[in-house]
């Protein structure tokens, strides 16, 4: 994805690259909307998650859409991020 890569500051291997446009177009039809609107909501959440605590950019960030059933037996996309935390932010 290219905006952890730029936050990590790495360049992808082929595979990578591959397998990140495999799943956006999965996450397009699992949840109905176009790739540009996911990758903004990722960028978004990343800038709100710095507001308040420091990111640490060492380890892998994963944000991804999966898919869960709910009670009612239906099939949703989910949103689920896994971002490691240094420390909290001070608030002033």
Known sequence: MDFLNKLLSRKPTSGEVAKDRLKLVLIHDRANCSTEM?????????????????????????????QTVTENNETVPVLYANIPIKNMRKRV
């Open 38 to 66: 996911l990758e903004m909501m990722k960028n978004d959440i990343l800038q709100v998650i710095a507001k308040y605590m420091e990111i640490d950019e060492a380890l892998d960030l994963d944000i991804n859409v999966t």
